[in-house]
């Protein structure tokens, strides 16, 4: 496998525009701000030294809203300040990222006065001729950011990061697409409607970089921005300000995120009080998988021969498996013996590729489920010893979680922008969650009534069902759900995964079971619609519960998630009352037989 420096040319110079360090503050993941986890832990030395040896010919530093990082390089020659600044919108307080490279101290200063006001900012910006660039555009970071932000961002800004290492190109780089296809009518338009005047006379025509985001310090150098050889800063500012720079590199995915999450939250581990691992050979693994992966990382000797010996023995194993920990561990390594590109990396520590973040994704998944099924086996498991798994699973479950909700909140407004720039838009896509068996869903005719507003304008429906085991599916549209052994539990990163595979656009639940409960989770916390069936027997089994505060509690949260409740059913329609569900909430779906059997599927692939 190739690092970065040895496919470097002399024809061209790299540089990762968009990186950061343990100086980083107020910018990051929800997460590790609650967890009250640093943003990054990386020095800026290791910074330079890693990206260095990826090939990368200049370096830059672009901490949120701080130079101190920075300052400490300032004295090497390929070396240059820079920041990503927190803007904000004057009149709605909606926040966006920029990137302004090569400043000065004084210039720093005024970036910070001038960042809550954003149209000043870009006004001093111009003023100064200072290269910026406006970074993951998509990046909701107010509840309240919208297309309308979007579009005053394309009068604002000549030059968009493209590909960011923390966030997917999904669906084909949809953001370079869209940038390409603008047109004068269409950006005179905007100007007009948002009352902005360009600064150039061709604000039509933008210019492209990416940057890695990298926060965790495995991630630097991929993606980065190429522009011709450059003998100084001065000259590599210069192509990248008129457009003379093209994007290499891998842009970030929902397991770089989670990754990256998981890095930083290690690194916070190793230099807090808590204790190390205790695994000497866990702790080593850990490091290369975690920790910057340089020139000088090498895993010990006794690592390097336990990990060949491991093809044939596992190597936890040799350990008591006394607890939680060391259970985890063995699991971790019987399945790291089917993974020989991610044992190289480990060996060799390379650097990071998709394919590598997507093994180590599985590797995690399994050894989730491996876990959890043993755990299930046991049982006389007390709670003292339920905590402690909890204690180990839910951090290695909730960044992937994490991971891939930062892909889906994004995709409404990318969607309401392919729809105004490039002039179409996909058909809607639809998740069935039930708690069925699989076996003759699709004939079902109460879903196909339920669904007819949809199908009647050529929707997709995926199902995600249980697996009926009698039954060998090979018909596109249905994702086969098998619950961890011995538990009626969906695992939800299979899920998550092929979901972020196929995107749905809206969530159908028929039933109210794990399926169910699950899909109602997914569409609250990824902000996808819910549509849910209303059915008689599921609404008079709950009224008869309703004397526990619980359920009482349960019903209130199910009913503010769920947009729509539909039911071919008029007693259904009229006990919904005794539930409190809201009159504008229940749509009556009529049967229409001939309607029915007209109706074709679209089934998704």
């Not at 040895?6 to 061209?12: E, F, G, L, P």
């Not at 990222?97 to 006004?123: A, G, K």
């Not at 044992?343 to 520590?349: A, P, S």
């Amino acid at each position: 496998m190739k690092t970065l420096s040895q496919i470097s040319t002399d024809r061209n110079s790299r540089i990762d525009l968009h990186v950061h360090t343990c100086h980083s503050r107020g910018g990051g993941n929800w997460f590790l701000k609650n967890a009250r986890v640093n943003e990054s832990y990386t020095t800026p030395k290791r910074l330079y030294e890693t990206a260095t040896h990826r090939g990368m010919d200049f370096v830059t530093i672009t901490d949120h809203d701080r130079i101190e990082g920075g300052l400490e390089l300032a004295h090497l020659e390929n070396f240059f300040l820079s920041e990503e600044v927190t803007a904000y919108f004057p009149h709605d307080g909606s926040k966006v990222h920029i990137v302004v490279l090569d400043i000065t101290e004084s210039q720093h200063m005024m970036l910070q006065e001038l960042r809550f006001n954003l149209y000043e900012l870009v006004e001093f910006l111009n003023l100064e001729k200072l290269v910026h660039f406006i970074a993951h555009p998509f990046f909701s970071m107010s509840e309240h950011y919208t297309a309308e932000h979007f579009e005053q961002l394309i009068l604002l800004f000549k030059i968009f990061e493209i590909k960011n290492g923390g966030k997917q190109l999904y669906p084909q780089n949809l953001l370079k697409q869209l940038l390409e296809g603008l047109t004068p009518e269409y950006v005179w338009s905007l100007v007009e409607k948002h009352d902005i005047t360009p600064q150039d006379s061709q604000p039509w025509i933008k210019y492209m970089v990416g940057g890695s985001d990298d926060h965790g310090g495995i991630m630097i150098g991929s993606p980065h921005t190429v522009v011709p050889k450059s003998e100084n800063i001065k000259e590599l500012l210069s192509f990248i300000a008129t457009g003379k720079s093209t994007v290499k590199g891998n842009g970030g995915s929902p397991f770089t995120v989670a990754h990256s999450i998981l890095s930083v939250a290690y690194q916070h581990h190793r230099q807090g009080k808590s204790k190390k691992i205790s695994h000497k050979v866990a702790n080593d693994l850990l490091d290369q998988l975690f920790v910057n992966s340089c020139n000088d990382r090498r895993l010990s000797s006794t690592t390097r021969t336990l990990l060949f010996f491991n093809d044939h023995v596992p190597f936890v194993a040799m350990a008591p498996r006394k607890t939680v920990q060391k259970q985890m561990l063995n699991h971790f390594s019987t399945l790291l013996r089917s993974h020989k590109e991610l044992r190289e990396y480990l060996q060799k520590g390379l650097m990071f590729t998709e394919q590598d973040h997507e093994n180590l994704f599985f590797l995690i998944n399994e050894t989730l489920k491996e876990f959890l099924q043993e755990t299930h086996k046991q049982k006389s498991l007390s709670l003292k010893d339920g905590l402690d798994s909890a204690r180990f699973v839910l951090p290695l479950l909730i960044p992937y979680v994490i991971g891939f909700r930062t892909e889906y909140k994004d995709r409404p407004l990318m969607r309401i922008m392919r729809k105004r720039i490039l002039g179409h838009s996909a058909s809607c896509h639809v998740g069935v969650f039930a708690d069925k068996s699989i076996h003759n869903l699709d004939e079902n005719p109460k879903i196909k009534c339920l669904l007819e507003p949809e199908l009647s304008n050529h929707a997709r429906l995926s199902f995600f069902a249980w697996q009926d085991q009698s039954q060998e599916l090979e018909k596109g549209g249905f994702y086969p759900v098998e619950s961890i052994q011995g538990i009626k539990i969906p695992p939800i990163l299979d899920i998550l995964h092929h979901m972020n595979s196929i995107d749905l656009d809206t969530i159908y639940i028929h039933t109210l079971g794990p399926m169910g409960l699950l899909g109602i989770f997914i569409g609250a916390f990824y902000g996808i619609p819910v549509i849910s069936h209303l059915s008689r027997p599921k609404i008079q089994y709950l009224y008869k519960l309703l004397h526990s505060s619980i359920v009482d509690k349960f019903v209130y949260v199910v009913n503010n998630i769920v947009q729509e409740y539909r039911t071919e059913n008029r007693t259904a329609f009229a006990l919904a009352e005794d539930l409190n569900i809201p009159a504008n909430k229940i749509r009556m779906i009529k049967r229409n037989h001939k309607q029915q059997q007209e109706t074709q599927v679209e089934w998704s692939i």
